[in-house]
């Protein structure tokens, strides 16, 4: 492959919020990232909450176990808002990115045997194959991982460019 090949992508947004939002990805309490740590905080709400509404039944001696439960409570919520606000950035930068490919005209792959190159409205972004970390070839979806990470979802391009880009990328990145 000693010629630059061209992918031109349909820039339909989409084809890429069913990827990027797969899931609940963009949920903000019960995406991945947060399932977890909202239903702990949750559950340690409700002990703190049981515990609280026994508290005459408690003794003198055991009234500390509130205390305790209550900083485990701000514990779970500390953490949870943390990952909230790492899943909040990151929506907020796809829904950017989605807006940017949304309104372009021009949105193109463009390789050679030694460049790797992604074109919007004239904006490139150029990495060597040996940049490339990781590739993942999924069915609705081809991913890229490196200096610049991708995601090209099938339906922008035809079959054919979808796999002669899965065929170059496994040729090219030696993972």
């Known amino acids: 492959m000693s010629e630059e090949k061209v992918i031109r992508l349909k820039s339909d947004r989409k084809n890429f919020e069913d990827i990027y939002f797969n899931g609940n990805q963009g949920s903000l309490l019960f995406s991945p990232t947060t399932k977890s ?12 909450l049981v515990v609280f509404l026994f508290k005459d039944s408690l003794g003198k001696d055991n009234v ?13 919520a500390v953490f949870l808002s943390v990952s909230i606000n790492k899943v909040s950035r990151w929506k907020k930068q796809v829904n950017h990115y989605l807006n940017l490919i949304e309104n ?72």
Request: one cysteine or more; aromatic letters at 16%; glycine letters at 4%.
């Open 37 to 48: 740590k909202t239903i702990t905080t949750i559950a340690a709400a409700v002990i703190v």
């Open 64 to 76: 500390g176990i509130l205390y305790f439960l209550s900083f485990i409570l701000l514990l779970c």
């Open 104 to 175: 372009c005209t021009i949105y193109e792959i463009r390789f050679d045997q030694n460049f790797f190159t992604i074109n919007i409205d004239g904006e490139k972004e150029t990495s060597e194959w040996k940049d490339f970390e990781h590739f993942e070839v999924k069915e609705k979806f081809i991913s890229l991982e490196g200096k610049y990470s991708y995601i090209f979802p099938k339906k922008s391009m035809s079959d054919k460019e979808y796999s002669f880009l899965k065929k170059t990328l496994k040729e090219n990145i030696h993972q």
